[in-house]
């Protein structure tokens, strides 16, 4: 609606985890690094805690786009099933002939998983299984559908998969309290909001990308989308995104700082 008026070719605050609009901030590229050496090494999952809007999804969807050998990308999206429901889901997901039934007992699905392991692993292929809001998890789906998984892996020379589990904060406390389940973690790579000038940096790549070929926002703006989103990626593009239609309507030629507040008071009243 507001790109002719800003000259912009497209919207640049997008609420989806498209990796184009992915933005290494020093939490991020840390835990990109974590992650490529864990998987690269095959030496077991990794944890990514993180409140909500820090930009897991979108980490992990743009790790499996700069890795194409990680297929096929299981994404569990939903993990607040039980043990054998979501043991079955994953099954599914690995199959590759669709005509194949998901079998009933619990030993036959991991005996099917395993099968299906090894043949991606001798097709070259190595699954990466991704568990987002992973705190939602049940102890009984962490002990008899991940740990299980793991010890596979783990035992399995024929067998090359990957675990990410992403979720908030809680997470890791979680799992630390299941010995068997945390000493398999490899690295715990906690995802932070962006700093004041990380935030500057992402706000100016978003716009360049969408085709803009001036600056949009002040500095004193820049200054309070930061203060006021608390650098967290979601509520910068909410309120960036806003704040173009409101300076569109207002016929604005830049955003400035007052309009940043009033905008957070209405979509972030508790950050404001």
Known sequence: MYEAYWKLTARPFSQTAEPALFYRSRSVQSALLRMQYAIENLNGPCVVPGMTGTGKSALIRY????????????????????????TRMILAELLTDTDVAVPASREA?????????????????RPLLFFDDAHQLSDEALLQTVLPLLTLAESDP????SVILAGQPVLLPRIRRFGELSERVTAASPLHGFTAAETSEYVQQ????????????????????????????????RIGDMALLVGFAEQRTIIAAEQIESLAGELLPNAA
């Open 206 to 237: 978003c716009l360049q990308l969408a085709g803009a070929e001036r600056p949009l926002f002040s500095d004193d703006a820049l200054t309070a989308l930061h203060d006021v989103s608390g650098g967290i990626p979601r509520r910068i593009n």
């Open 109 to 125: 699905v991991f005996r099917e998983i395993r099968s299906a392991l090894r043949r991606h692993t001798l097709q070259g292929r």
């Open 158 to 161: 024929n067998i090359q998969l």
């Open 63 to 86: 790790f499996a786009a700069e890795y194409p050998r990680l297929r096929p990308f299981v994404h569990i999206v939903f993990p607040a099933l039980s043990a054998d429901e979501l």
